[in-house]
């Protein structure tokens, strides 16, 4: 069965420029959580999606977006790009909502802007 | 949402036990505990939950105080694979829809040969 694939794996931008990064949970699964891990840092919640609809998002500017699909895949875009978005953007898929549900995190796209 | 306290690293001997404590004294009723760890390069992966009692699964054993306000992830014998950063993190079973699931520094553990 495959894992939590993103892409594209590793990507160079510059400041003020836009990406767009992908992820697609695994089979079943409706649930897509995003995080972002700057270098030496935790992990960050951005945004949770389940069954198409943003659930909740962290402390992050209006800049950062997403979407999902009705195929349950997702999007993480980022607008006007800046030095401090320089990071490991993962995603992670759930079949369950709820405090038991084990989320399965792919293994991110590494984000730099120069 | 209440907040967990780790170490920020650990050293263990190969082929010994490891213990990684993990605490959260404002702990609710409804506060599952959670262990991931992020091996080097990799995304999290999911290691053992519990509320009240020790569970025990193929890959650890978690221990759960009896006021719930610390717990202990038991690795009973460390491999040089177990190197890896390891988050105790809280999941409210009543804050569906609000949840806002965020993951520490987490304790960086090194195995020794």
């Known amino acids: 069965e495959a894992g939590v694939t993103q892409s594209p794996t590793h990507l160079i931008k510059t400041r003020g420029q836009q990406v767009t990064l992908r992820c697609s949970p695994i089979s079943g699964h409706t649930s897509v959580y995003w995080y972002q891990q700057a270098l030496g840092l935790g992990l960050q919640f951005l945004l949770w999606?389940?069954?198409?609809?943003?659930?909740n998002r962290g402390n992050f500017p209006p800049r950062f977006s997403g979407r999902q699909f009705p195929n349950y895949s997702s999007e993480l875009n980022v607008n006007a790009l800046e030095l401090e978005d320089s990071a490991l953007y993962l995603c992670?898929?759930?079949?369950?909502?709820?405090?038991?549900?084990?989320?399965?995190f792919g293994e991110g796209s590494r984000l730099t802007v120069l | 949402d209440a907040k967990t306290t780790q170490p920020n690293s650990m050293e263990s001997n190969e082929e010994e036990p490891v213990h990684l404590p993990c605490n959260h004294s404002?702990?609710?009723?409804?506060?599952?505990i959670h262990w991931y760890r992020q091996l080097p390069s990799q995304g999290p992966e999911y290691v053992i939950h519990?509320?009240?009692s020790n569970v025990n699964n193929r890959m650890a054993s978690l221990a759960i105080a009896e006021d719930r306000k610390s717990s202990t992830l038991i690795l009973h014998r460390a491999t040089l694979r177990d190197a890896a950063v390891y988050y105790c993190i809280l999941r409210d079973v009543s804050n569906f829809g609000n949840e806002k699931l965020t993951f520490g520094t987490g304790t960086r553990l090194t195995i020794i040969p």
């Open positions: 519990g509320l009240t």
């Open positions: 404002t702990i609710s009723g409804t506060d599952y």
């Open positions: 999606y389940d069954e198409g609809e943003e659930r």
């Open positions: 992670a898929s759930s079949l369950w909502v709820g405090a038991t549900g084990e989320l399965f």
